[in-house]
């Protein structure tokens, strides 16, 4: 069979450079759901962000997200699948980051928790309506059950750096370091990756590896694009993800998603 599902990282693959979603590809998108392909996000971002970007588009499946570690239908009160760090590991994690001064915020359900909300450090979200960080304050300690991912972020590109420490201080049985670019790191549960989301996601609607699309861009879509029958890279991808694909196409500003549906799905 043809492919029946579609997954899509945000940044640098949906997303133009303006983190907007241009209307050709939305057309191109509308286009296949109408044929009866399930479309979907999947990002490293939060449920409240990947949300708001699967209504755009009209997905008609479960959204993806913090990086596989949760699948959840738009509109949804309970996940679909998810998994969450320990609640220990999420007291060390924050103590060390506040005691060694790094920017630290994670995800609960929908909520963005941070001890203080820094501008600064979300422009990623700038074009997400009613998007708000739950300031928490010192009391940070309070909020460490069913975390689904941790993100630590310094201006200095020191991240690499940081990423060292953290190393010395967790196992990979507590913490996955992903989504690891200068500025940021996603902290993920053990084996957490979008491949372990998407499969949940096909498993449950009894689609095939062969019959998925995977698009992404960056060392957090690997997995994924591993997994999938079809795997697409935009011209912006990173050299790793490109050596995945079975098909690249243009930037993600020049509708190279939309431009790959066009060409792999027919009909389009």
Not at 27 to 37: F, N, S
Not at 58 to 70: D, Q
Not at 213 to 227: P, T, V
């Amino acid at each position: 069979m043809g492919i029946r599902l579609i997954a899509m990282d945000l940044d640098g693959t949906l997303l133009n450079s303006d983190k907007l979603i241009s209307p050709y590809t939305m057309e191109v998108l509308h286009k296949v759901q109408a044929l009866g392909v399930k479309t979907t996000i999947a990002t490293g971002r939060n449920f409240l962000s990947a949300e708001y970007f699967g209504q755009l588009i009209g997905a008609n499946a479960p959204i993806i997200c913090c990086n596989g570690g949760m699948v959840q239908d738009i509109g949804a009160t309970r996940p679909l699948f998810a998994r969450y760090l320990s609640a220990d590991v999420v007291r060390r994690l924050l103590s060390l980051c506040h005691e060694r001064n790094w920017y630290a915020q994670w995800y609960i359900g929908n909520d963005i928790l941070a001890e203080d909300f820094r501008p600064e450090y979300f422009q990623v979200y700038r074009t997400v309506q009613n998007f708000k960080v739950r300031e928490v304050g010192a009391d940070f300690l309070s909020y460490t059950e069913n975390v689904l991912q941790c993100v630590v972020r310094d201006a200095r590109g020191r991240i690499g750096e940081i990423v060292e420490e953290l190393t010395r201080h967790f196992t990979p049985r507590e913490i996955c370091p992903q989504q690891n670019t200068s500025f940021s790191v996603d902290l993920t549960p053990p084996e957490v990756n979008k491949a372990l989301g998407l499969r949940a996601l096909a498993e449950s609607l009894d689609i095939r590896p062969s019959e998925v699309m995977a698009c992404g861009d960056a060392d957090n879509d690997l997995a994924m694009l591993e997994y999938a029958g079809t795997s697409v890279v935009p011209a912006n991808g990173l050299p790793q993800a490109k050596a995945l694909a079975s098909c690249l196409t243009d930037s993600c500003d020049e509708d190279g998603i939309a431009k790959a549906i066009q060409q792999l799905v027919s009909a389009v």
